[in-house]
């Protein structure tokens, strides 16, 4: 069944070719398009479309599709194009002429577009939770570990003293920056295109601030233009969001790999958490991390293929469109996994409180040896000179004792500002 057939069947071929595997990806949307046609169904009834007794019976199917949904017995057989025309099959199988009205004054296009704006709603919340909860986890490890030293480093250079304290905290307040872009992809998620139709809206006389409220969106999308031309630009802004996370959790994996190795040797996770060789009895890979680090450089590219397929279309809609799905439901799915696993895996992890005993990391301590002399008098220029000189010839005696106040440093990590940060975005 199509919701365009005119009595004419289409080539197989073209017919393969134009569905593609939008059946399957419409099973992550089903749940959207019925509480989208109850909202459309019930608007219908109030305007006069539809008589009481129709709505009614309308909202009594879609609950119960709902409902075969939630429990994972809907499916959209090949005999279907998508699940729109399956939706309506169903409802005019159940209820006759009755479910024949529920497409009157809408079209596939925002039918697909409501849908997602929902799907989107939901799945920028579950995104933003799973980054809320890596954040608590990694602040409570920054608290737990603040005054157990870490090289830091420069250019992959030995270079000042850091702390896992800072390192974890770093990565927490990162997540706040990328709850920014989350934040901005929602408020374009949150606006309503039901009853911009085909995308010049309809001779009926729809109320569409009825299914604003009734959807819970917080506004509108007016223009029906505009609500159109919202294809693809609301999956953009989601990409961008995801690519932003992805990009610390990718930088955050890249560490862990390196920290793990028995070169540096700073952390460590039990048995079961890494995995080992075909050939090779000793060693401890970091593979879940290696993981992390390659999904999330996928992520960091979504919104350019995004870019690729809508860069350049004029208004209106167009069938490039179709391919958003096949490119963001999946990169989604990806980004929860990669937050829930870095979570799962992080609450393991092992740090080494002997670091700098090594005395190699010597000179992390070169620049506050350097700043106590500058503090005793001496000017900075000739303060860095004199220790130049102790370093090349061997004389370095490091001041371990360090002390550092400003806020942000690894003596002030600030964790209680952090987390009011934290608050002001999560309300």
Known sequence: MKLW??????DKKIDHFTVGNDRELDLHLAKYDVIASKSHAKMLG???LLKDTETNDLVKELNAIGLSIEKGEFTIEDSFEDMHSKLEFILTEKLGDTGKKIHTARSRNDQVLVAMHLYLKDELTNIKNLTKSLFDLLMNLAEKHQSVLLPGYTHLQIAMPSSFGLWFSA??????DDLYFIDAAYKVADQNPLGSAAGYGSSFPIDRDYTTKEMGFAALKYNVVAAQMGRGKVEKATAFGMASIAATLSKMAMDICLYMSQNFNFISFPDELTTGSSIMPHKKNPDVFELVRGKCNKLQSIPNQLTMVINNL?????????????????AIQDMKACLEIMTFSLKEIKVNTEILEDPKYDYLFSV????????????????????????????????????????GSLGNLCLKEIKEKMKKVWN
């Open 368 to 407: 506050d040896t350097l700043n106590e002399l500058v503090l005793s008098g001496m000017p900075f220029r000739d303060a860095y000179k004199k220790m130049g000189k102790e370093i090349d010839d061997g004389s370095f005696k490091p001041k371990r004792d360090i002390h550092h106040t400003h806020e």
């Open 5 to 10: 057939d005119k009595g004419f069947s289409t």
């Open 171 to 176: 990565y927490a307040e990162s997540l706040i």
């Open 46 to 48: 109030e305007i006069g």
């Open 314 to 330: 004029p208004s209106g809609y167009h069938r490039d469109m179709q391919l958003v799905k096949e490119i963001m439901l999946p």
